[in-house]
């Protein structure tokens, strides 16, 4: 039997556990975004996600996985948080429901992202093998600003047709069109991939769109925005001279608030592993291992310390495996009875 | 710059939310622990527990004092030493209570689990010594027999004249219910030899001695606090839920999970992170424990497991808390954008 709400709840608790720092960046926001969400949608966040992809991602459907954070001088190919997230959904749409991942992100936060997919066992691929077989994935890199990235969203999905669309620490402009860093800084629209318009135009078309963040300034935060804006530090007023939100408006039609974005993708493919039964579809601690590594040789830093260390927001590569360790332990068990006897 | 309550708060619900989720392989802990846990929250000031454990501790023990600790749980047939459920929470907070505060355990256990707790809390790093050396010497505990038969009353009234501890903890250690039947976590009747705890509970209790319970059932010392939540949320919890109430009640998703959550709450307080165990710790443990007989308690197997759950698990849960304690106590960082 596939796995249930009650598991659906645990796979949730996981990926909910706030551990950053001390100071620095927010604290104790975490598990009041996760509440202002899973009251709003009423179901396991990671659970609902997951149902809504198996129901739409038909075998050889494509879905475009969106990811990329951060920009110079911070973070110049942008951070460990979203890439391996971005490779964990890349897998388990392949292994799980046969779907076919097309990766967008900006040109500098590319070679991470491709790095990280391929370490989970995903080749990223020309278009021409990518049309004629599957286990593989497709990279596409967004032109930046606000008009080339809506007139590039409008041409994905002609061209790809894609089933669902998810976004994974992916960041959304706030009320005036403006991005920040969840500190309040300001991202300039016209050196962002314009994400945005991608999910706006899904929507208009009913592809399921999924947004995945861990602050409230990322795609699909716009569902929980007013809570979210009374909860972040700079949930009201930004530091830069927009003096506006640093919450995004743009919403999706599932949002899955996690303490670290990664920690949501992989709380989807656990919930997709145990849907389909098959555990396969959430990658093991091994692998793991190797797309934080490769994830960081290829230029993505940790978006805590801004330093190329394999961390994600600033806990340690041990806990990114010790998280699959526990996702597999509460999927497998969902899957299985046992009769002790006593 | 010491942590202020609110940054204490945020760490502790955390702690609380890690070693609550709901990972165990059993057809009757199925939406059940985060429940449990709630209760114990609201009869208990709003939580988070982790850090009201701790400061309990830090409130009531302190150089020269002692603390009892007892746990065992067993069955003749499937559990003749003892699980790997209790021994190694006993082991990591009587050797992080000691580090923090400097009061010295004395540990309780059916004779026949012993050994299993001995080597247990040997790799944890506490040697075992007579208890008139051990209530004296750093880094050293003593395991003693606790009575399962009607001698119980008068060992009970004789350890805590011996030891005189200040504190009374209970970690997985069943106790009966109002009708004085004790239960296994699947409502079973509990096994005869079962070593009867809650009469030394029963007459700290009468002498005002502070008391602390750790469980994941609703059958362990300590859950007559929210016994109605056990009769609500447990499935058989009419049957299982113990009468035996503690003046703090901390649940987990597995006993010993809870045991860490106060050790972790404690390196918080006092901000010494080397108070929490890491994972070759636990792994050192829990080999102990096996290789000493202890048994996996939801397959019965002499397993590398506890609840069910694989060695692994565990690690990655010390892991994970290591993180939250280590990351909590940075101060001062900033990053630039």
């Known amino acids: ?342 | 710059m010491p942590l202020d309550d609110r940054q204490i708060e945020i760490i502790g619900r955390n702690i609380d939310r890690l070693t609550t989720v709901e990972a165990r392989i059993s057809d009757y802990a199925r939406g059940v622990i985060a429940n449990l846990h709630n209760a114990a929250c609201e009869a208990q000031g709003g939580g988070p527990l982790s850090v009201l454990g701790a400061r309990f501790v830090l409130k009531h023990l302190g150089p020269g004092k002692t603390f009892f600790m007892t746990t065992g749980a067993g069955d003749p047939r499937y559990l003749p030493a003892g699980e790997t459920d209790g021994p190694p929470g006993v082991a990591a907070l009587a050797h992080a209570i000691h580090a923090a505060t400097g009061a010295q355990p004395i540990l309780l256990t059916e004779a026949a689990f012993v050994a299993n707790l001995e080597a247990t809390v040997l790799a944890a790093g506490l040697g075992i010594r007579p208890p008139d050396i051990a209530t004296t010497t750093p880094f050293a505990t003593t395991v003693l027999p606790l009575a399962h038969d009607d001698t119980a009353e008068a060992q009970a009234a004789s350890y805590l004249d011996r030891f005189a501890p200040a504190m009374l903890i209970s970690i997985e250690k069943i106790g009966p219910n109002p009708d004085g039947v004790a239960h296994t976590a699947s409502g079973k009747p509990a096994a005869g030899d079962r070593a009867r705890a809650e009469v030394l509970f029963d007459l700290g209790a009468k002498r005002g001695i502070a008391s602390l319970g750790i469980g994941d059932n609703g059958n362990e010392i300590g859950f007559g606090l929210i016994l109605d939540a056990v009769r609500k949320y447990k499935p058989a919890g009419d049957r299982l839920g113990t009468r035996v109430r503690t003046d703090v009640l901390v649940p987990a998703n597995t006993s010993n999970w809870g045991a860490y959550a106060i050790e972790a709450a404690l390196a918080v307080l006092l901000e010494r992170p080397e108070i929490m165990h890491n994972a070759s710790v636990e792994r050192r443990m829990l080999e102990a424990c096996v290789a000493a007989r202890g048994v996996d308690g939801s397959t019965g197997r002499h397993i590398l497991a506890v609840d069910g759950m694989p060695a692994e698990v565990h690690y990655g849960l010390v892991e994970m808390l290591n993180c939250i304690v280590r990351n909590g106590l940075v101060q001062g960082f900033k990053r630039p954008f």
Not at chain 1, 287 to 303: H, K, L, P
Request: hydrophobic letters at 40%.
């Open chain 1, 1 to 342: 039997m596939p796995i249930d709400e009650i598991v659906g709840d645990s796979i949730d608790r996981i990926i909910s556990i706030e551990m950053r720092f001390g100071a620095g960046l927010p604290r104790g926001v975490i598990h009041r975004l996760y509440d202002a969400t899973r009251q709003k949608h009423g179901q396991p966040l990671c659970f609902m996600a997951a149902q809504a992809l198996q129901k739409r991602v038909a075998r050889g459907r494509n879905v475009l996985v969106v990811t990329g954070a951060g920009m110079p001088p911070g973070l110049p190919k942008g951070e460990t948080d979203g890439p391996p997230g971005a490779a964990a959904i890349a897998h388990a749409l392949d292994v799980g429901l046969g779907g076919k991942p097309i990766l967008i992100s900006e040109d500098r936060n590319m070679p991470p992202v491709i790095a990280a997919v391929e370490a989970a066992g995903v080749a990223v691929v020309d278009e021409g093998l990518f049309k004629q077989r599957g286990g593989v994935a497709l990279a596409i890199e967004m032109p930046l600003g606000p008009e080339a990235g809506k007139k590039a969203a409008t041409e994905y999905l002609d061209r790809y047709d894609p089933a669902a669309v998810i976004f994974i620490e992916k960041a959304g402009p706030n009320e005036k069109g403006v991005f920040h860093s969840i500190n309040g800084s300001v991202r300039e629209p016209k050196l962002m991939a314009n994400a945005h318009f991608i999910a706006e135009a899904a929507r208009s078309r009913g592809i399921l769109t999924i947004g995945v963040g861990d602050g409230g300034n990322e795609i699909g935060c716009g569902v929980i925005a007013e809570a979210a804006r009374d909860i972040q530090p700079y949930g009201r007023r930004c530091q830069c001279p927009c003096q506006g939100s640093i919450i995004t408006v743009c919403e999706t039609d599932i949002l899955v608030m996690a303490s670290v974005s990664n920690w949501g993708a992989y709380g989807i493919a656990a919930a997709i592993a145990g849907l389909t039964e098959n555990r396969e579809a959430l990658h093991d601690e091994a692998t793991e291992r190797r797309v934080i590594e490769r994830c960081v040789a290829a230029g993505a830093m940790d978006g805590a310390y801004a330093r190329l260390i394999p961390y994600a927001d600033g806990t340690r590569l041990e806990v990114q495996t010790s998280l699959i360790t526990l996702l597999h332990e509460v999927v497998g068990n969902g899957l299985r009875s046992y009769d002790r006897g006593f």
